[in-house]
């Protein structure tokens, strides 16, 4: 009864909601999202620099977000570039010195706070020409309008930058006179005449006064309390902003609100501790330097940049589309009709090829390009426009196996019997790519590669992913034998179509997509490999043992020119850097992290077309049993193997887990990685009732694993993979459940797009075939010749 009662509900629950309507709902979101996000910038403002300067919060212990946007971390390098043979001013009290040493700090790490407390503090970087000055005024007095109006009559001795804040000293001084408050508000008004001058042509920051621990102050400070604090603090924002000079004179409130959380942690109640201070000077960091070095992970003060050619051209292209489409609605054409659904969207190397459709009509391919241009324009909007929030990433244990438990307890829910029981059968590698996906988007999106055993785990999925395209493509030739070239460009159009157009899209370098490169560089090492002669096949194979040492001798010669390339780094780069090879392979104009990517799972292709090889002679030679609900084998071997694969995985999972740095993982993870992946392989599969069944959910996201792994880039995470998108600020858990949901829909989307143009794109006429490739060269020979001279400085955050 209970099985027949979750039948009925499933079925129930499909029926109402199924894909169409999810995608339907996704839209309706997406719409009003939009609206809501213009709305708020238009009334609420949308400049990200006061979003940076205003407000905020500790995602954990030292680490600050701001609101609505990422804030690069400067380390030596970035910042003197930033700030070379420029001057910086701090202009205050203590607590402004303190901020200053701060902030010279991230150019010098090294640098000692020894200088007088109560006198000039000059400090100079030689290599890059920096000079972060302290000059002591605590009071908004004469001395420090004096100090201003020198430096707005000698533009030489002008700073680039001045950060300037008083209060407590006048406080303390008076104690807490109401006099004294009047004549800072006075003061601060002529000040403010000086300092709009100063911003004509250099950056003012006033900051807001920071919180005090009222119960660690000495007897002497008592009398600066939070309530006199407040009252310097709006007197100063009064001046400050009258006269619209807060267009100019920016306040840096959001130090307050971070010395708010840790105040507490304050030596003697008055001055921040240091993780606090560093958070301060990080903000200012982002303030001046963003807007010049636009940094990939710092949206905060930075506007979009303007659209390329070739995304101007894209765009073209699209609107092209709907205009013409809309005027063949017009004239009355394909009003009625329907765009066929294929019998299978499978979105990896292995997808079988449509059989029961033919290619869509003119009408409906443009409806196909009109809805992918759709899909791009949010691609846009997500990514290289200013319209939704970023947020940074920042990793904690739950963060990452919270979701997972929750995933796999779904996985688990949704589970059916397999149609057949063969090791390794379609619904199972479905299922096997998706948990799998699934893993690794919980794994980017929470940034657990900060998370040394997570990070190995997760390689040993890439891994998998690679060994699977081995074992797929290799079971296909030999059994098959279709060496044809329609074949080879269907597997190549659909591996490699949505990166081809995100890449114009969203003016990223084909490399960035690192995962879709190294499939089809590897698709194209099998197919040469079984493809030249002498092409040994299973048919072949049957009349002769001597055909399996030839299959044998092709693979070693492959392990061999695998071996030779991972030693000889320099001809490996002197390979993919050929013109134009080296456009697919280039990442901020070096193949670097090409040869990283490749030689870090070199072996993972060989170990899957190796294990198929066996598997099939095995079955040939009916060495296994893969009858419903059979072991594998025998019951000793069986149990052998089953006990074997649980003490090889734990194993590995021991050694991920004490090791000690990536850099030593990774030189070993190519040769045990296939360990762990063998092991899963037989748990997975040698008891029968673990071959007949499967799960129906992670099957489902493995029809569509390669588009969300991709699409996951721009419209998931956010700032190419740094950080996180948006969407609903202010309610972290209902945005990643809101974006996934918009994810989700999106990827499968792309995979029936790609399924539809690829019977387009690609005829099974040889001849029109070989047409359609001389015309995509030449496009590809045209884009390259635009593009030639430009390049990408993104760096990918990976996997």
């Keep these: 009864m209970a099985v027949l009662a979750y039948s009925l509900g499933k079925r129930e629950i499909n029926q109402h909601f199924n894909i169409k309507n999810a995608k339907l709902i996704s839209s309706v979101i997406v719409v009003l999202l939009l609206l809501f996000h213009t709305v708020s910038r238009y009334y609420g403002g949308s400049d ?38 420029k001057k910086v001013a701090f202009v205050g009290d203590s607590r402004i010195r303190q901020l200053s040493y701060s902030f010279s700090k991230i150019i010098d790490p090294e640098r000692k706070e020894e200088g007088n407390k109560h006198e000039d503090i000059p400090f100079h970087d030689d290599s890059s020409s920096v000079n972060v000055n302290f000059f002591w005024h605590p009071e908004a007095n004469d001395s420090m309008k004096e100090r201003l109006r020198s430096w707005a009559r000698d533009p030489s001795s002008k700073p680039d930058v001045i950060v300037l804040g008083a209060a407590a000293w006048s406080i303390k001084l008076h104690s807490g006179s109401s006099e004294t408050l009047q004549q800072y508000r006075v003061n601060l008004t002529a000040i403010a005449v000086t300092l709009e001058r100063l911003a ?34 709006e007197a100063a924002a009064y001046a400050l902003n009258s006269s619209k000079r807060g267009a100019r004179i920016k306040l840096l409130a959001a130090t307050r609100q971070a010395a708010m959380e840790t105040i507490v942690q304050s030596a003697d109640g008055l001055h921040l501790p240091k993780s606090t201070l560093n958070v301060g000077a990080m903000i200012l960091m982002n303030a001046v330097c963003n807007k010049r070095m636009r940094p990939i992970d710092g949206s905060c003060c930075q506007e979009p940049r303007p659209p390329s050619l070739l995304q101007k051209l894209a765009a073209c292209v699209f609107l092209g589309c709907a205009l013409v489409l809309l005027v063949l609605h017009a004239m009355g054409y394909g009003r009625h009709r329907h765009r066929p659904v294929p019998p299978d969207v499978e979105s990896l190397e292995e997808r079988k090829p449509p059989t029961a459709t033919g290619p869509p009509g003119p009408t409906a391919q443009l409806q196909v390009l009109c809805r992918m241009g759709v899909i791009m324009a949010y691609f846009y909007l997500c990514d290289r426009a200013d319209m939704f929030m970023k947020e940074q990433k920042f990793y904690t244990h739950a963060t990452f196996f919270v979701p997972l438990v929750y995933v796999f307890v779904l996985g688990l829910f949704f589970n059916e019997t397999s149609k057949e029981t063969k090791l390794l ?51 296909f030739f030999w059994l098959k034998g279709d060496f044809g070239l329609y074949r080879v460009c269907q597997v190549l159009f659909r591996l490699n179509f949505l990166v081809l157009v995100l890449c114009v899209v969203m003016d990223r370098p084909y490399q960035f997509y690192y995962f ?32 399996h040492l030839g299959v044998l001798t092709k693979l070693l010669a492959l392990l061999l020119l695998i071996c030779y390339f991972a030693n000889s780094e320099g001809f490996f780069q002197s390979l993919f850097s050929v013109w134009p090879i080296s456009k697919l392979f280039e990442l901020d104009g070096s193949i670097h992290e090409w040869w990283f990517r490749w030689k870090l799972d070199r072996f993972a292709v060989i170990h899957g077309m190796l294990f198929a090889f066996v598997y099939l002679v095995l079955q040939k030679g009916q060495g296994m049993c893969e009858g419903r609900g059979e072991a594998l084998f025998s019951a000793a071997i069986s149990n052998l193997l089953l006990c074997l694969s649980v003490v090889s995985f734990m194993a590995y999972s ?56 991709i699409c996951q880039y721009h419209i998931w995470l956010a700032a190419d993979t740094k950080g996180i998108l ?22 499968h989307e792309i995979s029936l797009i790609t399924n539809d143009l690829a019977l387009v794109v690609i005829p099974k006429d040889t001849g029109a075939l070989l047409k359609r490739l001389a015309a995509a060269g030449l496009l590809a020979l045209l884009v390259l010749l635009l593009t030639t001279g430009t390049g990408s400085s993104t760096v990918p955050g990976a996997a």
């Excluded at 590897?522 to 493809?531: M, N, R």
């Design 48 to 85: 990200t620099c006061d979003w940076l300067l205003s407000s905020g919060r500790y995602l954990g212990e030292n680490v600050w977000q701001p609101y609505g946007c990422m804030m690069h971390k400067y380390k030596i390098t970035d910042s003197k570039s930033c700030l070379a043979d």
């Design 516 to 547: 879709v490169p190294l499939v089809t560089f590897w698709f194209i090492i099998i197919y040469a490999t079984l493809a030249l002669w002498p092409q040994v096949l299973q048919k072949r194979a049957n009349g002769s043992g001597m055909w």
């Design 654 to 709: 021991i050694w991920a887990s004490s090791c000690k740095n990536k850099t030593e993982c990774n030189e070993m993870h190519p040769y045990i990685s296939v360990v762990q992946i063998l092991a899963f392989i037989l748990i997975r599969n040698i008891p029968g009732y673990a071959r007949s069944v499967y799960s129906s959910f992670f099957a489902w996201f493995g029809k569509i694993s390669l588009e969300l792994f």
């Design 425 to 475: 059968n379609r619904e199972q590698t479905d299922e096997w790519k998706g948990w799998m996906q699934l893993v690794i988007l919980i794994y980017h999106i929470s940034g657990a590669s900060a998370f040394l055993p997570v990070y190995m785990h997760v390689r040993v999925l890439v891994a998998a992913y690679l060994f699977q395209t081995g074992y797929g493509h290799f079971s």
């Design 200 to 233: 004509e042509d250099a950056e003012v920051y006033w900051v807001v006064q920071d919180p005090v621990n009222e119960e660690a102050l000495s007897a002497d400070r008592k009398m600066i309390t939070n309530h006199q604090l407040e009252l310097y603090n």
């Design 726 to 747: 948006v969407l609903i600020p202010g309610l972290p858990s209902l945005n990643i459940l809101v974006s996934t949901f918009v994810f989700v829909c999106v990827a």
